[in-house]
T-cell receptor
Framework: ETGVTQTPRHLVMGMTNKKSLKCEQH?????MYWYKQSAKKPLELMFV???????ENNSVPSRFSPECPNSSHLFLHLHTLQPEDSALYLC???????????FGQGTRLTVV | GQQLNQSPQSMFIQEGEDVSMNCTSS?????WLWYKQDPGEGPVLLIA?????ELTSNGRLTAQFGTTRKDSFLNISASIPSDVGIYFC????????????FGKGTKLTVNP
C-alpha cells in the first residue's frame, strides 16, 4: 500500500466541466498539500492543510477549491478551468508542515 | 517569494560516471531535501538534511548541507541507467513560514 495515493491518474475535462481530484495518505501525517507542476516551472504550492484546517492559500484562483474532511483525505474540486490549468497536480503529506513531504503519483490534468 | 537556484539544468553522462548538482539561495535555510522524479510519477524523497555541515548518504547518493546554510549539494557515484530522472532540491528557509521551496530541477540522462 503506497503512502500517498491520488486518483484519478489521468483526467481530461472540458472548460465547463466540474471534476474532483482525490488524495489519501496512509502515513498518519497531520499536514497535506496540493502542488501544481507545469513544464519548465518549479513546483508551485497551491494549498496547505494542517490538522484539517487550511493554513495557506497561495493566491490560487477560485476555480480551484480544496476540501480536507479529515487528516487522511484531501480533495481538489475543479470547475470552469482554462487550458493553461493543464498540468500535473501533486498531493503531498508530512508529519509537520514544512518538513519532509511525501508525494503521491500525481494526476495529469488536461483541459480542452 | 524566495527562490532556489538549482544547477545544472540538465546533464548528459555516461554510465559509471559520477554526478554532482547543487542548489543555492540568498537566504538561510533550516532544512534541505533532495527528491527524484521519474516521468509520470511524483517526486520521491532521497535525502533530508537538517544541520549545517551535515553529510548524509543513501546508497550511491551523498548530500551535504552547506556550512553557510545557503546551499546544498547532491552527488551520485557510479551512475547507472535507472538514475535517469529529474532531481529537485527543496528547503525550508528561516523566516519562511511553514512551507517548502523547490528548485527547478536537474534533468539527468545516463547513456549506457
Amino acid at each position: 500500500e503506497t503512502g500517498v495515493t491520488q486518483t484519478p491518474r489521468h483526467l481530461v475535462m472540458g472548460m465547463t466541466n466540474k471534476k474532483s481530484l482525490k488524495c489519501e495518505q496512509h502515513l498518519g501525517h497531520n499536514a497535506m498539500y496540493w502542488y501544481k507542476q507545469s513544464a519548465k516551472k518549479p513546483l508551485e504550492l497551491m494549498f496547505v492543510y494542517s490538522l484539517e484546517e487550511r493554513v495557506e492559500n497561495n493566491s490560487v484562483p477560485s476555480r480551484f477549491s480544496p476540501e480536507c474532511p479529515n487528516s487522511s483525505h484531501l480533495f481538489l474540486h475543479l470547475h470552469t478551468l482554462q487550458p493553461e490549468d493543464s498540468a500535473l497536480y501533486l498531493c503531498a503529506s508530512s508529519h509537520v508542515t514544512g518538513l519532509e513531504a511525501f508525494f503521491g503519483q500525481g494526476t495529469r490534468l488536461t483541459v480542452v | 517569494g524566495q527562490q532556489l537556484n538549482q544547477s545544472p539544468q540538465s546533464m548528459f553522462i555516461q554510465e559509471g560516471e559520477d554526478v554532482s548538482m547543487n542548489c543555492t539561495s540568498s537566504s538561510i535555510f533550516n532544512t534541505w531535501l533532495w527528491y527524484k522524479q521519474d516521468p509520470g510519477e511524483g517526486p520521491v524523497l532521497l535525502i533530508a538534511l537538517y544541520k549545517a555541515g551535515e553529510l548524509t548518504s543513501n546508497g550511491r547518493l551523498t548530500a551535504q548541507f552547506g556550512t553557510t546554510r545557503k546551499d546544498s549539494f547532491l552527488n551520485i557515484s557510479a551512475s547507472i541507467p535507472s538514475d535517469v530522472g529529474i532531481y529537485f532540491c527543496a528547503g525550508q528557509y528561516k523566516g519562511g513560514s511553514e512551507k517548502l521551496v523547490f528548485g527547478k530541477g536537474t534533468k539527468l540522462t545516463v547513456n549506457p
